[in-house]
């Protein structure tokens, strides 16, 4: 049986309608359910599945270890998985299921990977701009607030005019979970910003986006993601350069500076201390490799 005519396709079709027009996702979660969901149906008559009622715990257990040997890693396993409890949760609160099968299932953990940062002085590398254009201000301006805010992807293509008070050297950011919170981005930002807004108006804006593309509309995140990393190999940085990296390099400088965690915490918008405790982790990279260099007892090869 093809996916188009599965008996299970009508619910997980309504299912995306109501992460679009009740829950409002963005379209590349929206993609990814539908995606993760999919994938599911397209094993179901493995398992004879031919209705979401039909699904128990053992059903469940088989459809991720057949994901797993289609060659699934730890994390995919927990989006498919987490995709699949999300949708059975919304059949139980439509009252189709009595209750939830996927709850309880638990997938391998998948390894908790360092983030990587690039150093202070490699910043200043990256953002020593040659500002021979417009778009060259614009790029140098992003990678201010990107850095200055430690900003996730979106929430820098995101801000609008009205989001920014420059002379507080403020900004207005609506981050995960539709949780707002104002940041300070730094006198260099700020800088950067008003050298931007005086050339904004030369791109025709079509909108109240701070940020352009030449089209004069809104910025993408992937033409974000596509100029930082050209800024990168321009700038001959020895590391591929992202937005993530930037902001990984923000809060590592934050925290080595300070040792606040807290205060890490609240800048970056993490909802749970823990997700902001893995780069205690780099700092003490950085602190142990100084000790090893330096401590008597903990140089190597002497007596």
């Known amino acids: 049986?093809?996916?188009?005519?599965?008996?299970?396709?009508?619910?997980?079709?309504?299912?995306?309608?109501?992460?679009?027009?009740?829950?409002?996702?963005?379209?590349?979660?929206?993609?990814?359910?539908?995606?993760?969901?999919?994938?599911?149906?397209?094993?179901?008559?493995?398992?004879?599945?031919?209705?979401?009622?039909?699904l128990d715990a053992a059903k469940v257990r088989m459809l991720t270890a057949r994901s797993k040997r289609a060659g699934l890693g730890a994390s995919s396993l927990a989006l498919r998985l987490s995709a699949l409890r999300s949708f059975?949760?919304?059949?139980?609160?439509?009252?189709?299921?009595?209750?939830?099968?996927?709850?309880?299932?638990?997938?391998?953990?998948?390894?908790?990977?360092?983030?990587?940062?690039?150093?202070?002085?490699?910043?200043?590398?990256?953002?020593?701009?040659?500002?021979?254009?417009?778009?060259?201000?614009?790029?140098?301006?992003?990678?201010?607030?990107?850095?200055?805010a430690g900003l996730r992807l979106s929430e820098l293509v995101g801000i609008n005019l009205g989001h920014v008070d420059l002379p507080s050297g403020e900004i207005w950011v609506m981050g995960k979970g539709s949780k707002e919170r104002k940041l300070p981005i730094g006198r260099t930002a700020v800088t950067w910003l008003e050298n931007w807004l005086a050339l904004r108006d030369l791109f025709g804006p079509e909108d109240d986006a701070m940020f352009l593309s030449n089209?004069?509309?809104?910025?993408?995140?992937?033409?974000?993601?596509?100029?930082?990393?050209?800024?990168?190999?321009?700038?001959?940085?020895?590391?591929?350069?992202?937005?993530?990296?930037?902001?990984?390099?923000?809060?590592?400088?934050?925290?080595?500076?300070?040792?606040?965690?807290?205060?890490?915490?609240?800048?970056?918008?993490?909802?749970?201390?823990?997700?902001?405790q893995i780069y205690t982790h780099l700092d003490f990279q950085h602190l142990a490799s100084v000790y090893d260099a330096a401590h008597p007892r903990a140089k190597r090869g002497k007596t």
């Open 88 to 148: 059975l949760d919304w059949q139980v609160h439509q009252g189709v299921l009595q209750a939830n099968p996927a709850k309880g299932i638990s997938t391998p953990r998948a390894p908790r990977h360092l983030p990587k940062n690039i150093d202070v002085d490699e910043v200043g590398q990256l953002l020593n701009i040659d500002l021979n254009d417009p778009l060259a201000v614009r790029d140098r301006a992003m990678l201010e607030v990107m850095y200055g």
């Open 215 to 276: 089209q004069g509309r809104r910025i993408s995140t992937r033409n974000v993601q596509k100029r930082f990393a050209e800024w990168g190999v321009k700038q001959g940085v020895n590391s591929h350069i992202h937005p993530h990296k930037l902001r990984h390099s923000f809060a590592t400088h934050v925290l080595e500076s300070s040792g606040d965690l807290r205060a890490v915490q609240e800048l970056l918008g993490h909802a749970n201390l823990s997700t902001t």
């Open 1 to 54: 049986m093809s996916q188009t005519d599965s008996p299970l396709l009508p619910a997980v079709e309504a299912f995306l309608r109501f992460l679009r027009v009740e829950r409002q996702l963005s379209p590349l979660t929206q993609s990814s359910y539908h995606h993760q969901l999919q994938a599911l149906i397209a094993m179901a008559d493995d398992i004879k599945l031919t209705d979401w009622a039909q």
